[in-house]
């Protein structure tokens, strides 16, 4: 590319963006737009349609309708997998047969983010729940030591403990 030419850059306030901030912005974007089954998105919905887990990560790492969330320009490809790849993760480990909403006896056992977002007994709640909770373990497990010093500082003047719940909400509010 010749220097003269304008240079493609990320918005700074898009540039850090983490699984855990995309997979809120999903939370976020089913609790306004509606949840789905059966496919990424309900159909003649308009260009914000209703949409499954998997949709909504598309939408909020795309910004915009794609038919395969998963399978998009390489400018927001990485978002939607890393985020897709975060909650496949969760599911994983609290185990998708002891979630709340998976019934092992009246649904077929999930193997990914679509089969459990279409169990018959699953609910939008529960789907935005578990989001969220992902974004939680993803920030979690990705704290920086510096982050966890500072916030055991800020307790520790405040003459409390910390815990992870509360660095979870220490890390909200930055």
């Known amino acids: 590319m010749n220097p003269t030419q304008k240079q493609p850059t990320t918005p700074a306030a898009l540039a850090d963006l983490t699984p855990a901030d995309t997979l809120r912005c999903a939370a976020r974007y089913l609790e306004i737009?509606?949840?789905?089954?059966?496919?990424?998105?309900?159909p003649n919905d308009g260009a914000f349609p209703a949409a499954c887990a998997l949709g909504a990560i598309g939408m909020a790492s795309h910004g915009r309708y794609t038919d395969l969330p998963t399978d998009e320009d390489a400018d927001t490809l990485r978002d939607c997998?890393?985020?897709?790849?975060?909650?496949?993760?969760h599911l994983n480990d609290i185990g998708i047969g002891l979630y709340t909403g998976y019934d092992p006896y009246l649904d077929p056992a999930p193997s990914d983010v679509t089969g459990w977002n279409d169990c018959d007994s699953q609910t939008a709640e529960q789907v935005i729940s578990t989001l969220r909770d992902a974004a939680d373990e993803w920030d979690w497990t990705h704290a920086t030591e510096d982050d966890l010093e500072t916030y055991a500082e800020h307790e520790y003047s405040q003459e409390?403990?910390?815990?992870?719940?509360?660095?979870?909400?220490w890390r909200a509010t930055r």
């Not at 737009?33 to 309900?42: D, E, K, M, P």
């Not at 997998?81 to 993760?89: E, M, T, V, Y």
């Not at 409390?160 to 909400?169: C, E, I």
């Open 160 to 169: 409390r403990l910390p815990t992870r719940s509360g660095f979870l909400v």
């Open 81 to 89: 997998q890393r985020a897709a790849d975060q909650l496949n993760s």
């Open 33 to 42: 737009r509606g949840w789905h089954q059966g496919s990424y998105y309900a």
